[in-house]
């Protein structure tokens, strides 16, 4: 019984990449245990445990969550990136990002609102620290 179980289950699948080509237009949500490339058009929702890459000719309008990013196209939305968000010279990026790391290359159009994991603990503790220390001098 706990066997069988054991087969059914899905495993991340590494180096393998579906892929939207150019000229293929898309509506709907996807939702992949491998990589995804978009050199297409897509207007939904993206979730990968994989890397995500828009390329040149792609252009993404939604949400997406993923492990890792490479942009070199067009995104407009939401955009959720455990690690690191490559933005080559050729990308647009316009919306919400929240990232644990960001490379942008010159050229790049970047019109978001960012936000950067671990930042806004980094300035809580830093502001605790601060009033702890405004304590300390008053008392003395």
């Known amino acids: 019984m706990f066997a069988e179980s054991k087969r059914n289950r899905m495993e991340p699948v590494v180096g393998q990449t579906n892929r939207i080509v ?4 898309i509506k709907g949500d996807l939702t992949s245990e491998a990589d995804i490339r ?20 792609g252009k993404v309008s939604g949400k997406i969550q993923c492990m890792n ?3 070199e196209g067009k995104f407009e939305g939401e955009l959720k990136v455990e690690n690191v968000l490559s933005l080559k010279g050729s990308a647009q990026i316009d919306g919400d990002v929240v990232v644990g790391k960001l490379a942008v290359e010159p050229g790049a ?28 001098e008053k008392s003395a």
């Open 109 to 136: 159009t970047f019109n978001a609102a960012c936000s950067m994991k671990g930042a806004s603990l980094k300035s809580v503790r830093a502001n605790e620290g601060q009033k702890e220390a405004n304590s300390t």
């Open 38 to 57: 978009i050199d297409g058009e897509l207007e939904g929702s993206i979730t990968a445990k994989g890397k995500v890459v828009i390329g040149k000719s």
């Open 22 to 25: 150019e000229n293929t237009k």
């Open 69 to 71: 990013a490479d942009v």
